[in-house]
Nanobody, 124 residues
Framework: QVQLVESGGGLVQAGGSLRLSCAAS????????MAWFRQAPGKEREFVAY???????NYADSVKGRFTISRDNAKNTVYLQMNSLKPEDTAVYYC??????????????????WGQGIQVTVSS
């Protein structure tokens, strides 16, 4: 049973940066495709970023060019570097792991494990 724990969230002014971390235990991130999702108040959860086991990445249009997903297999951790943050980035951010051996992202990927989520608030 893989457990995912997010950290690094908080309050930041618009234009600022944050780096989220997702530390895994009970399994190795190198064995999974990993992704970040977010859910703003009153909205559905939405895809943010994805990295395959091989390092392929994909991003939501709303964050492309501002956010970067990466993984450090030695630390068993996945990161989301968020730059040029906007108030509309305010949400609870979740990391997720999928048993998937392909390279390309698919919107129908099933994620078997989820973190508990962490709040990111961007003030204007």
């Amino acid at each position: 049973q893989v457990q995912l724990v997010e950290s690094g969230g908080g309050l930041v002014q618009a234009g600022g940066s944050l780096r989220l971390s997702c530390a895994a235990s009970g399994g190795t991130v190198s064995s999974y495709a990993m992704a970040w999702f977010r859910q703003a108040p009153g909205k559905e959860r939405e895809f943010v970023a994805y990295t395959s086991r091989y390092g392929n990445t994909n991003y939501a249009d709303s964050v492309k060019g501002r956010f970067t997903i990466s993984r450090d297999n030695a630390k068993n951790t996945v990161y989301l570097q968020m730059n040029s943050l906007k108030p509309e980035d305010t949400a609870v951010y979740y990391c997720a792991a999928a048993y998937y051996y392909g390279r390309s992202w698919s919107p129908t990927l099933h994620y078997a494990y989820w973190g508990q989520g962490i709040q990111v608030t961007v003030s204007s």
